[in-house]
């Protein structure tokens, strides 16, 4: 660390009793917002010296990528090393599973090599459960076919936060693909949780009308909930989780849903447009939309890092033996 410099590093939190990070869907408001201060406190301890901290000196992080990821995969592994932590990348494309090793043996065979976290993505709903089960060191889910993705969910609501001081009271609509969006579940309950107005609006076929019992508004017009939206979080849809096409065609799909330059002179002055990514421009949000002063999606990249630091030190940084 650099002389003369001081790094402020956050006190672990006395009430943080998780191994793993699973879902949100389990977490209490008070827990997500530790995760949220301790990744703002994280984030503030990094900026101010730019190099490495060493809260996870000696740990060892893997990644065990079952899914492709551009986003998830290089933040997570960036927060571990940030933290001072090793790093293992997994790749199933390149691995043994090639040659029939199973799942179970597979994680096993990565924890054998002495490692403290495992961060998981995999198509299959529950797979960081299960592992959860089978491994002794702590479980990260990076996304779990449609389940959830805790840390995206955690990430898009410290991004909203930053910009609006406060979650609690504000309109979020979630627009798009929900049926198929992991990040979808993880934003419901995260901010649910934390008080603000959820609403799900695209075409009937990945909207449904269960989330009501829920609490969550459930809307098939964008146009018309729009005048009352703080923050748009637009979602992909994930034709690759569908076996037939939801929508006669991707044109009429963005006609109806596509955040446009034109949609946004229709929105309130101070709307958030977010997305997870990846985006496909010109479907549910057009490049000037993207590119535009409103658009906080490289935000989202970023604190990404801070939000998988401060999941990796609570889940990980007070084994015996690992200075806090
Ligand atoms: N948002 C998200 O999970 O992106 P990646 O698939 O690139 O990780």
Redesign the pocket.
Request: charged content about 25%.
């Given at each position: 660390m650099s002389d003369g410099v001081d790094v402020r590093l956050p006190d672990f939190p006395a009430n943080w009793q998780h191994r793993h990070l699973l879902d949100l869907e389990r977490l209490s408001a008070e827990e997500i917002t530790v995760l949220l201060d301790v990744a703002e406190q994280l984030q503030a301890a990094f900026a101010s010296t730019r190099e490495k901290l060493t809260l996870l000196k000696g740990c060892t992080i893997a990644n065990l990528f079952f899914?492709?990821?551009?986003?998830?995969?290089n933040s997570f592994s960036l927060a571990a090393k940030r933290l001072g932590a090793d790093t293992i990348e997994f790749s199933s494309g390149s691995s043994s599973v090639a040659k029939g090793e199973t799942f179970i043996d597979t994680a096993k065979t990565i924890e054998a090599m002495d490692v403290d976290a495992v961060v998981v993505?995999h198509s299959a709903p529950g797979t960081p459960h299960l592992l959860a089960r089978h491994l002794n060191c702590s479980v990260l889910n990076?996304?779990d076919g449609p389940h959830e993705?805790p840390t995206?969910g955690l990430l898009d609501i410290l991004t909203i936060r930053q910009h609006r001081g406060d979650v609690r009271g504000l309109t979020v609509a979630l627009v798009g693909d929900i049926a198929h969006s992991r990040?979808a579940r993880s934003n419901i309950w995260g901010l649910k949780k934390l008080g603000a107005h959820v609403i799900v609006c695209g075409p009937a076929t990945l909207v449904s009308r269960q989330w009501e019992k829920f609490g969550v508004e459930v809307a098939y017009n964008l146009d018309q909930i729009l005048p009352r939206c703080d923050v748009l979080n637009l979602l992909r849809i994930q034709f690759e989780r569908q076996a037939t096409r939801p929508f006669p065609s991707v044109h009429e799909y963005a006609l109806l849903y596509a955040m446009t330059a034109e949609r946004m002179r229709r929105s309130r002055p101070q709307i958030l447009i977010m997305a997870?990514?990846?985006i496909n421009r010109g479907v549910e949000i057009t490049p000037e939309v993207a590119d535009g002063p409103h658009s906080v999606i490289l935000q989202q990249v970023n604190n990404g890092i801070a939000i998988r630091m401060a999941a990796l030190w609570l889940l990980v940084g007070r084994r015996p033996g690992v200075s806090a």
């Open positions: 899914e492709n990821s551009t986003r998830t995969r993505r990076a996304g993705h995206q990040t997870p990514g990846p």
